[in-house]
């Protein structure tokens, strides 16, 4: 009985051994396949105060940006939350450009049975930062380089979702038909370039954005209607006294038109350029008749 206790011992030894042979190839295999693979990989204890781990990839990241591996770990410390689909994190060293990182994190046991937090992570650097130049170009009017229409609408209606109060004026450049059948196109665009840097230089509280031919907005919270429209007729009269006093051969001036929106009423933001609209083409002919 003493043998076979004896033989039964030894072979349970060897599956044993055998098995953690089979364990450790699986884990050499598994950390033979984190270190060649191209994105981040790093493990790091569940309070997000040490590094277990970092592969290739994630080495070389370090070295190339010696102030990442600290703010890494301090970001990923500010938000321990796991097992979360997609994540996306922005980094910086002190006064420079940030970095993008997209990661995806796992919860784990690490050797000797630490807890521990898997995370794998891609550079999406390039990525983000083309998408954020694409969306500037396509918030940006060629000509003058402020904000388009599409970006006074995006704005408007995201002040409106939060109920906000805010001043809006309609801005008509006048004479620019003239100008640029008299005087040709490049004369025109001139003519918008000085009317956007007298806009720009009156000290209007708020978004401007040129909306269309020879359209400008101006987006303005918490300016009431009087305060915005005393402005406004201030850069009108400097517009109109630096043609008279210098060698532009034409007038030049804008009519305009200014609503408050009450964010608390919930309406569109359509009905209140109904009424801008309308109240610009009044505007438009009472000056007509003091003219």
């Given amino acids: 009985m003493g ?3 004896g033989e039964e011992k030894q072979q349970l030894v060897l599956e044993i051994s055998e098995l953690r042979e089979q364990l450790n190839q699986k884990r050499q295999f598994f950390m033979d396949i984190m270190e060649s693979i191209s994105e981040i990989v790093i493990i790091i204890d569940e309070k997000a105060k040490t590094y277990y781990y970092e592969n ?21 410390a500010s938000d321990l939350r796991w097992n979360r689909r997609i994540q996306e994190i922005e980094l910086s060293e002190e006064n420079n450009s940030p970095y993008y990182y997209r990661l995806q994190s796992q919860r784990i046991i690490w050797e000797n049975k630490k807890p521990a937090i898997f995370y794998m992570i891609w550079d999406i650097t390039e990525e983000k930062r083309k998408e954020m130049n ?22 408007a209606q995201e002040w409106m979702e939060r109920r906000q109060e805010f001043s809006f004026a309609f801005i008509d450049v006048d004479f620019l038909k003239y100008v640029n059948d008299e005087m040709g196109k490049l004369e025109g665009n001139r003519y918008l370039m000085r009317v956007a840097n007298h806009l720009k230089q009156s000290s209007i ?36 006294k630096e043609a008279k006093g210098s060698s532009i ?43």
């Avoid at 987006?219 to 009108?236: G, Q, S």
Wanted: charged residues 30%; positive net charge.
């Fill in 3 to 5: 043998k076979r206790d």
């Fill in 56 to 76: 290739q990839s994630a080495r070389e990241e370090f070295s190339k940006h010696k102030w990442l591996k600290e703010r890494l770990l301090q970001q990923l």
């Fill in 134 to 155: 694409w969306e500037q170009n396509s918030y940006e009017d060629p000509l003058t380089h402020l904000y388009n229409r599409r970006y006074a609408m995006k704005t």
């Fill in 205 to 240: 509280p708020g978004v401007l954005c040129k909306t269309g031919g020879n359209e400008f907005m101006v987006l303005c919270p918490n300016v009431d209607e009087t305060k915005l429209e005393h402005i406004l007729e201030m850069c009108r009269e400097t517009l109109a």
């Fill in 249 to 291: 051969p034409y007038k030049m001036g804008f009519s305009y038109a200014v609503v408050t929106v009450d964010g608390s009423l919930g309406q569109d933001f359509s009905s209140y350029l109904e009424t801008a609209d309308k109240k610009l083409y009044e505007y438009r002919k009472q000056r007509k008749k003091r003219l």
